[in-house]
């Protein structure tokens, strides 16, 4: 039987990309894992973002074409996210015509899936869902690839989203649910932007609402910004029972700026999955951590897990120059990633999540 909610990640954080080597290690070791698709979605690409009108630098088109081969040959979809900044404010021909191009550029790098994400934006404004639920199927019946998913403006629960982009339009989710075509997902981020937990009925009603099941785009263990970049999010996941599994159409983890720790708790999510009531998370995150780093590296970010995880940065003190020299010990990617974090090379500051 067909997996009901499969999982993977949607690489949709700010701040510092993954080299492209990165990312094809990432499949490499999930897949066997459970990973079942990737899309690619990154902040900095401006060119799926303000720069959506133009194509990829040759380069870098190539790199997203190769990356995406190497997916299929692991048995991994590929999406790539586009964020057609503000398209919904005047799609006219001009738009129109300059979305097409996309499609077909984006068509030709060989991807299986595609995300069609109207986050961080305005939203405010009349008539929203359904301009965007025409943007949506005019690309529908324009794009090859086999999967399309869109984010709302308003995607969560979480009344922040109304503070940054303007109140949303009342009945918004619900004019979604009836308006678009039932092939095509929607993510959702659930309660909040970064949800603490899920729960089952959490997840019916707004299924009930969208009247399909959500593409869960699960904000943990992703770390960027300013308040959350000092920590280093390795604790494997709790709050994702296996019990909401039923409720998704799909599970896609956003995953942190340090890919190699990142893997930890996808690792985790994959277990919580595997042994429904059965699991228990240090437990799951003792293995996975071995599994990830190896069992020396591994037993001492047990021992320094509420240093990494917690206390953050700015409250390490004399802490952070004993935790490098330990670390910086190891010829170890994931303890090169310590090491680095701990010298402050993903920190952000608010100016840094601004994107042309």
Known sequence: MEDPAPIGIIEGYYGEPWSWAARAEQVSFLQPHGLQFYMYAPKADA??????????P????????????????????????????????????????????KLKHLDSLGIDELGILFDDMRGDLPGLAETQIRIVHWIAERTSAKRLIMCGTYYSDDPNLDSAFGIRPPGYLQELGAGLAPEIGV??????????????????????VLRRKPVLWDNYPVNDGPRMSPYLFIRSVTGRPASIRPYLESHAVNPALQPVLSRIPFLSLAESYARGDDYQYLQAFNRASAAVLGPDIAARVQRHLVFLNDWGLDNLGDTATALRTRYAAYDHPGAREIVDWLDGRWRMTREMMTHD
Not at 47 to 55: A, H, M
Not at 188 to 202: D, F, K, N
């Open 47 to 56: 060119f799926l973002r303000k720069r959506w009108r133009e194509p990829h």
């Open 58 to 101: 040759d380069d870098q088109s190539q790199s997203i074409a190769d990356f995406a081969t190497h997916c299929r040959r692991s048995g991994v979809r590929f999406g790539v996210g586009l964020s057609p900044f503000e398209l919904y404010r005047d799609f006219n021909a001009q738009a129109q015509a300059d979305l097409g191009a």
């Open 187 to 208: 993510f959702w981020t659930g309660e909040e932007v970064c949800s603490r937990e899920y729960s089952a009925a959490h997840l019916a009603r707004v299924g009930d």
